[in-house]
């Protein structure tokens, strides 16, 4: 019982951020690798997944409730990540994943340099698209973002954010919005295909699942009535968060890879500081 207390604790926690701007995973796994050791890590994916996609799918319904979003362009491309989950997961069978683990890194980078930089990103709601090349885009983004949620996974409710501002112009809520329906796709094929499998502990994952609906729904509540002000400050809290795990998962502390990236990365913030 003092187990699921403490990740009834993080599973609060990590469906109230991941419920403005993703990333609940980064809180989420970590604590039952740490209270649930032994557990074998299908069994920990399959855990984590049906408590996070309860908070998201309950995100999502207050999001839709209020934000307005362009279902013509966002359900094909929920229904794209769907599919490519699926085969993003299989595909990890027969690929190392860690070979993404630099690229994603420096992706990330990226993106937190320029949001940071970019004072008015996300500030604005001012779609720039056609709606057929919404909906073509839409299955594009969805099926490639499926893909790399279902074989790898890290960031992924962020780059929908950045892609759903950067590409689309909407703002961070209406993003935020539209990620969660695209994001509740792809975690629902994972979880089926760990339920077909077993590896699920439902004695863990429901109590879970019920404190992240409850921080989901803080979360979405507290983004609606603070603004995109807020979502862009968590977003690049949590974008750091993320770079800071893969850097360390892709080169630890000591190693020189590591040391010169972000020595790199610094001189280049301070040259455009």
């Not at 490639?144 to 950067?166: E, K, M």
């Not at 339920?195 to 609906?213: Q, R």
């Not at 998962?249 to 001189?267: I, K, M, N, P, Q």
Request: hydrophobic share 55%.
């Amino acid at each position: 019982m003092e187990e699921i207390v403490y990740l009834c604790f993080f599973a609060f926690l990590a469906g109230f951020i991941d419920s403005v701007v993703g990333g609940g995973g980064l809180i989420q796994l970590p604590a039952l690798m740490i209270f649930l050791p032994g557990v074998p890590l299908p069994t920990l994916f399959g855990t984590g997944k049906f408590a996070g996609i309860a908070g998201t799918t309950s995100a999502m319904v207050r999001y839709v409730r209020t934000v307005k979003i362009n279902y013509m362009a966002i359900l094909p491309a929920a229904a794209a990540a769907f599919v490519f989950s699926f085969l993003g997961a299989r595909a990890l069978s027969h690929l190392d994943a860690n070979l993404l683990k630099p690229l994603i890194l420096l992706l990330l980078i990226l993106v937190a340099i320029y949001t940071f930089i970019k004072k008015d990103f996300g500030s604005l709601h001012a779609p720039k698209l056609t709606d057929a090349k919404e909906k073509v885009y839409g299955i594009l983004i969805g099926a490639a973002i499926g893909f790399y949620d279902g074989f790898f996974g890290p960031g992924t409710g962020s780059f929908l954010i950045f892609i759903f501002i950067g590409l689309f112009g909407f703002n961070f809520l209406a993003a935020s919005a539209a990620g969660k329906v695209v994001n509740v796709a792809t975690n629902l094929s994972a979880l089926l295909y760990f339920i077909w499998k077993g590896h699920v502990l439902y004695e863990v994952a429901v109590p879970m699942a019920i404190c992240s609906i409850i921080g989901s729904q803080l979360g979405t509540r507290t983004a609606l009535k603070r603004g995109t002000g807020f979502v862009r400050a968590l977003f690049l809290v949590v974008v750091s968060g993320i770079i800071l795990k893969l850097a360390y998962d892709t080169y630890g502390v000591d190693g020189e890879d590591f040391a010169r990236l972000s020595t790199a990365v610094l001189e280049w913030v301070g040259k455009k500081g």
